[in-house]
């Protein structure tokens, strides 16, 4: 007989599980189990042109329900892993189901942060994780309502523009005296808050909310500022906890995420992390990281799925990540933590740039705002560990190919 | 529906049968066509979409815009042929194309 995967998570990780372990010539059964009612989808357009109405529930699909029949996979949809003995290699299901495996691929995710202050579970206020979340949300985010964004984070950010574009009246709370704090420097989170503000959106930073009372029905946002916000809807952004409680249960390593190492495997044999749930070694950055982003789930879900077809790559890769804001495409790649010089090229007043990190010299991260060749290069500069130089960086009057080393 | 053919860059073909209406890459994507990934999931911000289309069909394509060029200007192995499959729309006018995948995104 041969051996079996059990993936827990549908989305992206879990969804690309299935896939490259099939593409990898895996021919034993697969089951996915996923506590949400759907085929894994693409989570990056629910703050973007799903919110807006823009996109149908069906195309969010990552994959049609045919490519699931055709792979033989067993899903089941609706449920959750609620317990996981990884000495005799089992899990339970919430439906009182059990299952073995000979290989799981935790795909987990993360559940948003709560708000962490009196009042946060007052009706209006909702969290942007899930396709349900968004139409949970959707009856108050109507054109005229309120909506106070609390955390000015990637997501809150890109609902902050589609309130905008919706007519709703954003007001939008950031504890960190800038937006983007966690990310981005504040040259580029600059030109963020002035976007923002020039669409029309009340940005407050160094705000935070310090409770939610309830006016009839409607939720008041008391703010550190003493400001009281009466709002339609509240949308909290402030943060993504790691769903890892179930490895943990087990006695799985777990700091900060599952702990894995290149191959994506955590410390109880036979398992893998993968995805927003995942803490793995760079070696690119020298440290361990847990990312959240889409490029991170996908091909952590290839490494694991190579490891298990006997093909084994070390996961090594570039991270990056993209938002739109408006009719602003933002590319960033690398990491810029510890930079310490930031060299900008081109125009930020024509919102056409891009933000090169550096440290002692060498290209740490680039964030680029409608500047798809810069960041395309700057990625492979990145890996390459090799860049021009940053007064070539910061020259727009040489064309981006010409900068090519 | 509308037939597509997508060839490797080892020369492997394989033809769907695309659903009008949708992209070249959600096409490529649903139909397990290896080569395109989609990981941006049509938001013009990652290339691994990248094709080659050439043919008398080519000049049928929707315009390349400005997102998609500047996407593509430094993209690995990029030529005259280059396409962003997600940026197509599907339609009987594409009847017979063929798309060309490349090796980088193997
Ligand atoms: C609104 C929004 C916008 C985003 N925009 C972008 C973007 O523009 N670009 C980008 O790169 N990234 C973006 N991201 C991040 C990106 O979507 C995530 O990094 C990615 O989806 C992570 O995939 P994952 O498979 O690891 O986890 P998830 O997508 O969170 O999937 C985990 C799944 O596992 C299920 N699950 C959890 N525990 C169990 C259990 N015990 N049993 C069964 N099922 C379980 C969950 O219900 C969930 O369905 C965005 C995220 C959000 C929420
Ligand atoms: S799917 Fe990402 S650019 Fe086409």
């Given at each position: ?405 | ?86 940026q197509i729309t599907v339609s009987g006018d594409l009847e017979g194309l063929v798309v060309r995948t490349p090796q980088?995104?193997?």
């Amino acid at each position: 007989m041969s051996a079996n995967v059990v993936i827990v998570g549908g989305g992206h990780a879990g969804g690309q599980a299935v896939a490259s372990l099939r593409q990898g010539g895996f021919d034993g059964d697969i089951t996915l189990v996923t506590a949400e009612q759907s085929l894994p989808y693409q989570r990056p357009p629910l703050s973007k042109a799903y919110l807006a109405g823009e996109l149908p529930r069906e195309r969010l699909l990552m994959r049609p329900s045919a490519f699931y029949e055709g792979a033989g996979v067993d899903v089941r949809l609706g449920i959750e892993v609620t317990g996981l003995d990884a000495g005799r290699r089992s899990l339970t299901l919430s439906d009182g189901g059990q299952l073995t495996y000979d290989h799981m691929i935790l795909a987990t995710g993360g559940r948003p942060r709560p708000l962490p202050c009196p009042g946060a579970d007052h009706p209006a206020v909702h969290y942007l994780r899930t396709i349900a979340d968004v139409d949970a949300m959707r009856p108050r985010f109507v054109p005229g309502a309120c909506i106070v964004i609390v955390g000015a984070g990637y997501i809150g950010l890109e609902v902050a523009a589609v309130a905008i574009k919706h007519g709703l009246r954003p007001v939008v709370l950031e504890m960190a005296p800038m937006v983007l704090a966690r990310v981005a420097s504040p040259e580029v989170a600059g030109f963020f808050e002035n976007v923002h503000r020039g669409a029309g959106v009340d940005l407050r930073t160094g705000v935070a909310a310090s409770a939610i009372e309830d006016r009839d029905g409607k939720a008041v946002v008391v703010s550190t500022a003493g400001d009281r916000i009466e709002a339609d809807l509240v949308v909290a952004g402030v943060g993504l906890l790691p769903n890892v409680e179930l490895a943990q249960a087990a006695g799985i390593d777990c700091d900060n995420g599952i702990v894995v190492d290149a191959f994506c495997r955590a410390s109880a044999s036979g398992v893998y992390a993968v995805g927003d749930c995942s803490n793995h070694p760079s070696r690119l950055y020298g440290r361990r990281l847990r990312l959240e982003s889409v490029h991170n789930a996908l091909e952590q879900a290839k490494t694991a799925a190579a490891d298990i077809c006997g093909k084994p790559l070390a996961y090594d890769q570039v991270p990056w990540f993209w938002s739109d804001q408006y009719e602003l495409k933002l590319q960033t790649a690398g990491l810029s933590q510890g930079y310490d010089q930031v060299v900008i090229r081109g125009n930020m007043a024509m919102r056409s740039f891009a933000a090169f990190y550096l440290k002692d010299g060498r290209l740490l991260a680039v964030d680029a705002v409608n500047r798809p060749a810069e960041f395309t290069l700057a990625k492979r500069w990145i890996w390459d560990r090799k860049a021009p130089s940053p007064q070539q960086l910061g020259d727009d009057s040489i064309e981006a190919k010409a900068l090519a080393v | 529906m509308t037939k597509i053919t997508f060839i490797e860059f080892n020369g492997t073909e394989r033809s769907v049968d695309a659903e009008n209406g949708q992209s070249l890459m959600r096409s490529a994507v649903d139909n397990l066509v290896p080569g395109i990934d989609g990981d941006c999931g049509g938001a013009c911000a990652c290339a691994t979409c990248h094709c080659y289309i050439e043919g008398p069909l080519a000049g049928k394509l929707p315009e390349i815009g400005e997102a998609e060029r500047s996407m593509l200007e430094m993209v690995e192995g990029v030529t005259a042929a280059s396409r962003l499959a997600c940026q197509i729309t599907v339609s009987g006018d594409l009847e017979g194309l063929v798309v060309r995948t490349p090796q980088s995104q193997h």
